[in-house]
């Protein structure tokens, strides 16, 4: 018989699974030191040479068969999370991806999800390739999922999320429009028993910049519950947001030290303001504190500059390395 400790975050929330333990963390073979910038580069190339892919578009299709064939190759299974929702152009249907690593039952928890969308945002003026918004966290979260490969027992704990719907069909995000898949995604969520949730979120976006400039969106505001959830659909659990807020104040803390193991805290830190993004439905509605990494400070964001000359493997490469430093040294730890 093995005891399952759950350290209390913040006093009050748990951000491991339980399960065979896993061997302590050792600087000298973590995973950080497997990321490949040009790995994760040559995915965002692919990605910019579909096109253009807004939900519903055969290009986004397209990126769908290709994640499910990269992370196959890495030996993960992919599941399609389809669904349909009401947006100001119409009912239109949406398709998650979610992948755990082969040999995890889909039926247990998991302990935290890496997250990113994979929609572009579509444009009557012109062509938008999303290199950074929405093509360089997909192409570096295939690049992690190779890398957690090599230790499989911490990736067993671990769920891909790529998030479709992201983009808004109106000018921005509103609680109507915008975020639809990680709503659904949420809202499938808190459905489960507390223990059956994720217990820990990172969210990545727009991580390519050459000029990298992390600014991690921590505060989460609160707008009414019923505009994150799907119609007809209540939690089982009630969501403590203060023991929420907690859990991402301590993340926070957390993701600093990361970078600073590593001698990156210069590419790191945490915004002063509320950033709408697919991390708001996880912290909201689901109860999963969760926190976005994204680099906002970025000229050609929703322009058609926003083109792969724009962004550096480097970059790529000191987002995935802090990444992993936070997952498995900090959030996983026993």
């Known amino acids: 018989m093995k005891r399952c400790l759950l350290p209390i975050l913040a006093g009050a929330l ?10 302590p963390f050792d600087q000298a073979t973590a995973l950080e ?13 692919a990605f910019v040479e579909m096109g ?18 990269q992370l196959a190759s890495s030996g993960w299974e992919v599941k399609r999370q389809t669904f349909s929702a009401k947006t100001p152009d119409g009912e239109k249907e949406f398709i998650n991806l979610r992948a755990r690593f082969k040999g995890t039952s889909w039926e247990k928890g998991v302990a935290g999800l890496l997250c990113s969308h994979y929609d572009t945002k579509l ?34 704990r671990i769920e891909l999320v790529f998030f479709d719907g992201e ?32 217990r820990w979120g990172l969210l990545l976006d727009m991580v390519g910049d050459a000029e990298l400039n992390i600014r991690a969106g921590v505060m989460v505001p609160r707008p009414p519950l ?34 600073k193991d590593l001698d990156l805290r210069n590419f790191v830190g ?14 909201v509605s689901a109860g999963i504190p969760a926190i976005d990494l994204i680099d906002f400070d970025y000229p050609y964001w929703h322009t058609p500059a ?10 790529l490469e000191v987002t995935g390395r802090i990444t992993l430093q936070l997952v498995e040294k900090y959030l996983m730890a026993p």
Do not use: W
């Open 270 to 283: 945490i915004s002063p303001d509320y950033i709408t993004d697919d991390h708001v439905p996880l912290n």
């Open 52 to 69: 253009p892919r807004p939900a519903g578009s055969d290009a986004i299709e397209k990126s769908r068969v290709y994640i499910e064939e």
């Open 167 to 198: 983009e808004a069909f109106g000018p921005n995000i509103t609680p109507r429009d915008g975020l639809y898949g990680s709503k659904h995604y949420a809202s499938e969520m808190v459905l489960l028993k507390g223990e059956l949730r994720p």
């Open 123 to 156: 444009f009557g003026g012109f062509d938008f390739v999303g290199a950074n918004d929405g093509a360089s966290s997909t192409g570096l979260l295939i690049e992690l999922g190779r890398v957690l490969s090599e230790k499989p027992a911490l990736a067993s």
């Open 306 to 315: 926003d083109t792969i000359d724009k962004l550096d493997p480097r970059s």
């Open 14 to 23: 748990a951000l491991s699974s339980c399960g065979e333990s896993l061997p």
């Open 226 to 259: 019923q505009a994150m959830k799907s119609d007809g659909k209540e939690q089982k659990e009630h969501v403590n947001h203060e023991a929420i807020k907690q859990a991402r104040d301590v993340m926070a803390r957390q993701l600093l030290q990361a970078a």
């Open 33 to 45: 030191l497997s990321v490949s910038g040009e790995k994760a580069f040559s995915h965002v190339k």
